[in-house]
Every structure is written in structure tokens, then in C-alpha cells.
């Protein structure tokens, strides 16, 4: 006999995108193995729910995937406790659908939220528990919880300590430290999971696992290898780091009439192996000159972090960069929580509240793309990408630079591989705010036309690119038989040498591929 809020549920789940059978069967088996049948019907949104779309857009972070013709999940499930989390595993393997796991939404191709066969959303957003303990410097943060409230609750317990993640406060810490995760101050600690230390994940069986029953293989592999790959993290144990009570910050722009060339040129030389404590990230941007009417140029921008006093940096720079001609007016000293505000670009007035606001529904239509650079790219080279931006139109590169901490680590310490020997990570942006066919091709082009000008100057064999810059053009997993081969193809430039270690670990932890996406690690191919 099915409870009647179940058969209400059912009623108004009934859509054509979404089966009834499927409904009915998930919803029986979620409420038998929660044994919480009352509180199913708060945790599932069907496509006729009224709150479907509200919940569903809340946490699509790019609007190109926010579409009428956009695949949507068959149901919506919220879970606020991790037996709920088990249960949502059990019951999507038992009726043989696939399930997306989705944090903060922020993969770039939407690979967290949309598919080509019918699928269900788990949307880890009401899991954000976070326990800080200073005593320890270690936290405990759940995979739901964003970036911005885990600096909050650190700032909160302690003026001295911080997390080395990522400048967008809204990044769910789930995907963020599932596939890499880094920040401003990774040239001195690392990437964010060079900091982890236990985590809680849902296996393919429904299995609650921690460091210790997961075993070193599994352990290793959600540490950057595309946690969503191998089951459902549902928290991280992470190490804090010292953080100096005051930290410099600064931003720079000069353009080509302002020999901004010669910039780019020797900061391709002094960023990666400059003091660890400084992190100089560079947006390179084609933009209307100031000097020439209608007339386009680059603009370089220097956005930067020194964890010390700015006496310190300007006598660093002074010595180490004096192209750069940075004077006491250009920086800014602040406290650690103040820096990430900073980066988040809110004024002096904005308080720390602001981390704590998740921003649901908005987003841009964006694109993005990845490369490491190895060997500094020539004054001739350079000049030939800025003629091609200038030629493309809006498409902008920001360089973000490697050494210190990240030259220390092995390659094969976690899943990323990206260490020494890489000068510095590019990625590859445009956005735009209107929506149709005719502007998403352009940008599109746009971006892979860049791409393609930079092959000269970037990584050979493979030509690596990193995870959480998600981009499906490297390669898709059609998850058929030749699920191997083309996981190979993208996963050899994300994980280079780790890949085989990768598949490995999969093949023993979810041999029938249920945890699985458009650019999932796949499993060893079967012997016939």
C-alpha cells in the first residue's frame, strides 16, 4: 500500500519528460529505506512540483544551460542528512537511472546537472554543516556547503587562519575539492586537497565510508580525481593554514601603448618563481584603446596576494619586478577575511556577511577552457595572441602562475598532476549576458579559435588541461563499449599519468559504472 502523500506526489509528478512507473518505484524505495516516509515528500521535487524550477535553476551557474531545451532531471532530491544520501544511491541503482550529483553548480558544462539519457538530480545544497575546531586547525565541511560560509566559520574561530581555495565564494567545496580545487595562495600551500585529510562518502553498495574503510586507493583518488566518479562525498576533513594577521593586496592594469608586452614577458619569468608568499594572477583582455579611437588593444591586468606587509612586497617587486613600477598608493593592506572580499571585488563598506549569501539563480552564459604553459612564450609569440584576440573580439586569457608549494609536490601525490615544471595555468574565458543560437556560436568559435592559435606555446603529449575547467571538447565518454578509449582521450590531458591509477580505482570500487557522466573515469574494459 503506498502512504496517500506519496500518491499525491505521484499524481502531480506526472509529465512527459518524467515516467510514472520510475517515479513511483524511486519514491517506494526512498521512503522504505529512509524509513522517514514522511519527510520524503519535502526531499523530492517532481517536474510538476511547483518548486521544481526554482530548485532546479537555483544552483545552474551557467546560463547556457538554463534553457527551455535544456535535458531536466526526471526528480530532485534534496537530501539534509546522509542516510538520505544512501538511500538516493540505493533506490537510483535499484531502477537502473543515473544520478548527477550537484554541490554549487559551477561545472562549466553543466555536467552536474544535465545528461542525455533520463536522469535524477542529487543536489547536495542543504548539506552545509561546517565544524571549525582552531585547537585542531582542522574542519570538518560538508560537500553542500559553499566556499564563502567555510571562510566565515574560519574567520569566526580565528584572525590567523585560512583556507587556500578558490576566489569565487559561491563554489560548492564538494566539486571544488573533488576535482583539484585551488586558490591565491596556492604557490605557498597548494591546491585544497593537498590539505585533506578524511572524508565521508556514499560507495556504489549505499556504504557510508571514511579514510580508514575507503582504503589508500579511494582516498587518493577523490582528492582531485573527480570525486563524482567513484560515489558521493558527503563531507571533508580539511587542515587550515597560517595566514598572517595582515596580508597585501593589489591590482595593476597597463595596456599596449604602456609596453604591456614587455609586462607579460618577464612576468612569465618572475610569477612562478618569485617568493612563495605573493600569487600574481593576469587577465590579458582585448578592449577599446583610451588613446585610439574605434580602435582595439590588450589590456593586462595584475591581481595579486602577499601574505606580508605591503613594505615587504613593494621592496620585493621593486627589486624582482621593477617593470612593473608599483608604488605605495597601488596596494592595500587587509586581514585575511578582507582579502577574500577583496577578490570577490566588494568595497571597503562590505562586511563578511556577504560570504554567508549564495546568490541562487543567477548566472552567466559563459565559456571556458584550459592550458599549461612550460616554457616562456616569446615577445614574437606573444604579439602574435594579442593580434588574435584583438581579431576575435572578447574572448580574454587569465594566466595563473605555478612554483613555490606546487613545484614540491609530486606529480603523483594526488589525482592532479599539473606541478612541477608548469610556468603557469591558463584559462580560457568569455561571457556574455544575452541569450541565443547566433551569440552562443560566435563565443563558441571564438574561444576555440584561440585555443587552437595557442597550440605552439602550450603542453605537448598530451596537451594537459585542468578538471574543474571543465571542458567537453577534450573528449565525452558515451558510456558504451568503447567507454575506455574515449576516457582515455580526455583523461590523459586531466590527469596525464594518474589516469591509469584512476581506472584502476574505479574499476574496483564501481565495477558497473553506475557513478558515471559525459567525462566520468571509466572502468577497465571487460576480457571477452
Not at 538554463?66 to 538511500?87: G, H, R
Not at 549505499?206 to 582516498?219: P, R, V
Not at 580539511?238 to 599596449?256: G, N
Request: hydrophobic share 40%.
Amino acid at each position: 500500500m503506498i502512504p496517500l502523500f506519496l500518491l499525491l506526489l505521484l499524481q502531480i509528478s506526472a509529465s512527459p519528460a518524467a515516467s510514472g512507473s520510475v517515479d513511483a518505484t524511486f519514491l517506494q524505495c526512498l521512503s522504505k529505506q529512509t524509513n522517514q516516509p514522511a519527510q520524503v515528500s519535502k526531499l523530492v521535487y517532481a517536474q510538476s512540483n511547483p518548486s521544481y524550477s526554482s530548485v532546479l535553476r537555483a544552483y545552474i551557474r551557467n546560463a547556457r544551460f538554463n534553457t527551455s531545451s535544456t535535458p531536466k532531471p526526471v526528480l530532485i532530491v534534496t537530501p539534509t542528512d546522509e542516510t538520505q544520501v544512501q538511500a538516493a544511491v540505493i533506490c537510483a541503482k535499484n531502477i537502473g537511472i543515473q544520478l548527477k550529483i550537484r554541490s554549487g553548480g559551477h561545472d562549466y558544462e553543466g555536467v552536474s546537472y544535465i545528461s542525455d539519457v533520463p536522469f535524477i538530480i542529487l543536489d547536495m545544497s542543504n548539506l552545509r554543516t561546517i565544524n571549525v575546531n582552531i585547537q585542531e586547525q582542522s574542519a570538518w565541511v560538508s560537500a553542500g556547503a559553499t566556499l564563502g560560509e567555510l571562510y566565515y566559520r574560519i574567520w569566526e574561530k580565528s584572525k590567523v587562519h585560512g583556507f587556500p581555495g578558490g576566489v569565487c565564494p559561491t563554489v560548492g567545496v564538494g566539486g571544488h575539492l573533488g576535482g583539484g580545487g585551488y586558490g591565491n595562495m596556492l604557490r605557498k600551500h597548494g591546491l585544497t586537497v593537498d590539505h585533506v585529510l578524511d572524508a565521508k562518502i556514499v560507495d556504489a553498495n549505499g556504504k557510508i565510508l571514511d579514510k580508514n574503510s575507503m582504503g589508500e586507493d579511494l582516498f587518493w583518488a577523490i582528492r582531485g580525481g573527480g570525486a563524482a566518479s567513484f560515489g558521493v562525498v558527503i563531507a571533508y576533513k580539511i587542515a587550515l593554514v597560517p595566514v598572517p594577521e595582515k596580508v597585501t593586496v593589489f591590482r595593476v592594469e597597463k595596456y599596449l601603448e604602456e609596453n604591456a608586452t614587455d609586462i607579460v614577458y618577464k612576468w612569465q619569468h618572475v610569477a612562478p618563481t618569485i617568493d612563495e608568499n605573493l600569487f600574481m594572477r593576469m587577465l590579458v583582455q582585448p578592449v577599446s584603446s583610451k588613446t585610439k579611437k574605434g580602435e582595439k588593444t590588450i589590456r593586462i591586468t595584475i591581481i595579486a596576494q602577499f601574505l606580508g606587509n605591503a613594505d615587504e612586497l613593494i621592496t620585493l617587486l621593486n627589486k624582482e619586478f621593477p617593470e612593473l613600477g608599483l608604488k605605495n598608493g597601488d596596494v592595500l593592506e587587509k586581514d585575511w577575511i578582507g582579502s577574500v572580499l577583496w577578490w570577490g571585488i566588494k568595497d571597503n563598506n562590505t562586511t563578511p556577511n556577504w560570504l554567508l549569501d549564495r546568490h541562487p539563480d543567477t548566472a552567466d552564459f559563459t565559456r571556458r577552457k584550459s592550458d599549461y604553459v612550460q616554457q616562456p612564450i616569446s615577445k614574437d609569440g606573444l604579439e602574435f595572441i594579442w593580434k588574435r584576440m584583438i581579431e576575435l573580439g572578447k574572448t580574454g586569457l587569465v594566466f595563473n602562475p605555478y612554483g613555490g608549494k606546487m613545484s614540491q609536490i609530486p606529480a603523483s601525490a594526488t589525482p592532479f598532476p599539473h606541478r612541477a615544471g608548469n610556468l603557469f595555468k591558463i584559462q580560457y574565458s568569455v561571457n556574455w549576458e544575452e541569450p541565443g543560437y547566433e551569440l552562443d556560436k560566435n563565443y563558441t568559435t571564438q574561444i576555440r579559435k584561440l585555443h587552437d592559435y595557442l597550440t605552439p606555446f602550450v603542453s605537448k603529449n598530451p596537451r594537459s588541461a585542468y578538471l574543474n575547467y571543465r571542458d567537453l571538447d577534450i573528449g565525452v565518454n558515451h558510456q558504451g563499449k568503447n567507454s575506455y578509449a574515449e576516457g582515455q582521450v580526455f583523461g590523459a590531458k586531466y590527469f596525464n599519468a594518474n589516469f591509469d591509477r584512476l581506472v584502476k580505482v574505479k574499476t574496483a570500487v564501481d565495477p558497473d559504472n553506475f557513478f558515471r557522466n559525459q567525462q566520468s573515469i571509466p572502468t577497465l574494459p571487460k576480457k571477452a
